[in-house]
Nanobody, 126 residues
Framework: QVQLVESGGGSVQAGGSLRLSCAAS????????MAWFRQAPGKEREGVAA????????YYVDSVKGRFTISHDSARNTVFLQMNSLKLDDTAIYYC???????????????????WGQGTQVSVSS
C-alpha cells in the first residue's frame, strides 16, 4: 500500500504561481512513476504532468507546457508541481498519483496509476 498526501493548493490570481507537493509513504520501493492529475467541475479527470522516477523523463499535457514543471525528490519520496503563469482554466482539484510496474496505458492516462491522493484545490481568479 502506498499513501499519498498532497499540499500546497490555494487561491491565486491569474498570472501567479503555486507549488504543489505530494509525499509518498508506505510501500514505495517499487514506485516507478508519479503524476499530477486535475479535475474541474463538470469535467473528467485529466493528466497534467508525469515523471518517471528512475530516468527523470517528464511528460505534460499541451495546455500546461512551458508553464508547469514536475520534479521528484527521491530522498523524500516527494513529487512537486511548480505552476507558473496560472490561468483561470487551471482551476481544479489536483490529485497526485503513483504507479508501479509496466503499464499498457500512456503515462498521462489515469489507468496507469494505482495509488491516489485525496486532492488539493487550486483556484485561479481574475
Amino acid at each position: 500500500q502506498v499513501q499519498l498526501v498532497e499540499s500546497g493548493g490555494g487561491s491565486v490570481q491569474a498570472g501567479g504561481s503555486l507549488r504543489l507537493s505530494c509525499a509518498a509513504s508506505g510501500y514505495t520501493r517499487n514506485l516507478n512513476r508519479m503524476a499530477w492529475f486535475r479535475q474541474a467541475p463538470g469535467k473528467e479527470r485529466e493528466g497534467v504532468a508525469a515523471i518517471y522516477i528512475i530516468s527523470g523523463g517528464t511528460y505534460y499535457v499541451d495546455s500546461v507546457k512551458g508553464r508547469f514543471t514536475i520534479s521528484h525528490d527521491s530522498a523524500r519520496n516527494t513529487v512537486f508541481l511548480q505552476m507558473n503563469s496560472l490561468k483561470l482554466d487551471d482551476t481544479a482539484i489536483y490529485y497526485c498519483a503513483a504507479g508501479t510496474g509496466v503499464s499498457m496505458y500512456t503515462v498521462l492516462d489515469r489507468s496507469a496509476f494505482g495509488s491516489w491522493g485525496q486532492g488539493t484545490q487550486v483556484s485561479v481568479s481574475s
